[in-house]
């Protein structure tokens, strides 16, 4: 079993704070995604875990075990990182079994181990060039051949597709995603790439200056987030922020916002809050002028053959509305849109948090 468990976990480097006590569970089997902006401690999360960093304060604990102090080849974990580390002067075959060869493994051990983990990645034909013959994808299979053959209890991936091209990360995905499927290790990534996080995850963590702001699955983080900072950094294209008022919490409750108010049964704030609201571009719904809840003008239009991306302009806003196929929205035109009140959000807008309201 490798459930990984953290416990109030801080990281000082001198007197700088960089993790502010961060407290995790982990499952064993799971696949969870660290994201956050640069500088969030994303990495440095990770390097403890690994061992490669020391832990200021706090427990962590792998497989029931505490580890805080078990040197990184103690804990069972391979680490997968962005740049690869490969030696450059040994082959394929030499790199992925390299391991195993410290490890003491015999030669004909390493040799099936290693034939294994290239048949899972497809570098059976690849086995005998060195590194400097690889395209990026393929170094980065390596890598990952290395991390596996040794059959650790954790695998810890530290933004190991930033440096390949965007048609290759997707590729790269997919095989990721297969080999959790396959071996069932428990699993850490590191991006900074939401959707990588949101594709390949169980449950992403969401990260902030050295705090954890949310984690769930990634549909409730979507669909739910805690606060504004959640709700704009999980989505793409992200979701649309329209600063508004309380104009009355119950009876008769309604927001109002420049170009217009929506009227609900109740909101969970006092009259004159200042609210942000939140509609992602899919909840802003094209209707009839009649019943539209405002007037928006198209501004610029984005052809993405499933669908068509509106930027839109509202009382000198930037709005985007997700239109169907084949609306045929023109640059100049009026747009009346509904709000899909069911996914309507509203956070405070002093402190971000989320408000709750009934439509
Ligand atoms: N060796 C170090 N000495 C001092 N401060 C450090 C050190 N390593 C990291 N930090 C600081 O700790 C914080 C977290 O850094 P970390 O590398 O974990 O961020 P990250 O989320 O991985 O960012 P990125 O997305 O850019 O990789 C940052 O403020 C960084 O400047
Ligand atoms: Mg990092």
């Known amino acids: 079993m490798a459930r990984i468990s953290l416990n109030g976990i801080v990281k000082r480097y001198g007197a700088a704070e960089a993790i502010h006590g961060v407290d995790l569970d982990i499952e064993d089997g799971e696949f969870v ?214 104009v009355a919490a119950d009876a008769g409750a309604a927001i109002g916002f420049d170009g217009g108010a929506i009227a609900l049964s109740r909101v969970d704030a006092p009259p004159g809050t200042a609210v942000d609201m939140g509609l992602r571009p899919e909840h802003l719904i094209p209707c009839a002028e009649a019943e539209a809840d405002f007037i928006a003008e198209i501004d610029v239009t984005e052809e993405l053959g499933s669908d068509t991306l509106a930027i839109c302009l509202m009382a000198g806003r930037e709005l985007t509305v997700r239109l169907p196929p084949g609306h045929g929205g023109r640059p100049g035109a009026r747009l009346p849109l509904c709000f899909d009140r069911r996914n309507l959000h509203a956070f405070d807008a002093g402190d971000g948090r989320r408000l709750d309201f009934t439509a």
């Open 33 to 246: 995604a660290f994201v956050g902006p640069s500088g969030c401690g994303k990495s440095t999360m990770l390097r403890m875990i690994a061992g490669l960093e020391e832990i200021s304060g706090g427990r962590l604990h792998i497989g029931g075990t505490l580890v805080n102090d078990v040197e990184p080849k103690g804990r069972d974990v391979a680490m997968v990182f962005q740049d690869y580390a490969l030696y450059p002067h040994m082959s394929v075959a030499q790199n992925i079994g390299f391991g195993l060869k410290m490890r003491g493994e015999t030669p004909d051990t390493i040799r099936d181990k290693v034939a294994e983990a290239a048949r899972i990645l497809q570098l059976d034909e690849l086995l005998d060039r060195r590194p400097g013959q690889l395209s990026g994808g393929q170094r980065q299979r390596v890598a990952m051949g290395r991390a596996i053959v040794r059959k650790p209890k954790v695998f810890l991936f530290d933004e190991p597709l930033s440096n390949l091209d965007a048609k290759l990360r997707v590729e790269m995905r997919t095989q990721i995603k297969r080999l959790h499927r396959m071996l069932r290790t428990t699993t850490i990534y590191v991006t900074h790439d939401q959707v990588e996080a949101m594709t390949l995850a169980d449950r992403v963590v969401v990260l902030r200056r050295g705090d954890i702001i949310q984690h769930g699955a990634p549909l409730e983080l979507y669909s739910r987030p805690n606060c504004r900072f959640v709700a704009e950094f999980i989505g793409s294209p992200q979701m649309n922020i329209l600063p508004g008022t309380v």
